[in-house]
């Protein structure tokens, strides 16, 4: 008896779901196949990171493709506030790397792309307060990562 309505209203539900468009985000990037990802030596970290995110989307880098070069990188930290007793109880860290897209002799204008997080430093475990610092910036390094994917997706 309950059975016929219960039907009826999934079969509602999913001709409304699937003609208002809604589909799963594609984990690929499907307008680029290849690519030549080109840094300084101080970039190993952040580098090794987009290769690994772009080698999970299906894109091979390579020699071949549009250029990608990692330009520049800066880091930053700043308090942003205090403890009863004067000291520094949250950090801002700030990773920002500029990246300029080349396509067919095509240099575009370099792009800065920037992540942000703030973290709580613990006085008495200062270890552990470094440890939640250098995963944040791994986190952030992802981040880029996709944000580059991003911008990719949409210049090429």
Do not use: W
């Amino acid at each position: 008896m309950f059975h016929k309505p219960i039907a009826v209203l999934l079969a509602t539900l999913l001709l409304a779901v699937s003609g208002c468009g809604f589909q799963l985000r594609d984990t690929g990037m499907s307008s680029v196949q290849s690519l030549r990802l080109v840094s300084s030596a101080g970039l190993g970290s952040t580098r090794s990171t987009i290769e690994e995110r772009l080698s999970i989307a299906g894109v091979s880098v390579g020699e071949s493709g549009p250029v990608v070069t990692l330009l520049d990188e800066r880091s930053s930290r700043r308090p942003v506030s205090t403890s009863s007793a004067v000291d520094a109880a949250q950090y801002e860290i700030r990773l920002e790397v500029d990246v300029q897209i080349e396509r067919d002799g095509d240099q575009g204008s370099p792009t800065t792309l920037l992540a942000e997080r703030i973290y709580s430093v613990d006085a008495v475990n200062l270890m552990g307060s470094y440890e939640e610092q250098s995963l944040l910036m791994t986190e952030m390094r992802e981040d880029i990562a996709r944000q580059l994917m991003r911008l990719l997706e949409a210049t090429l």
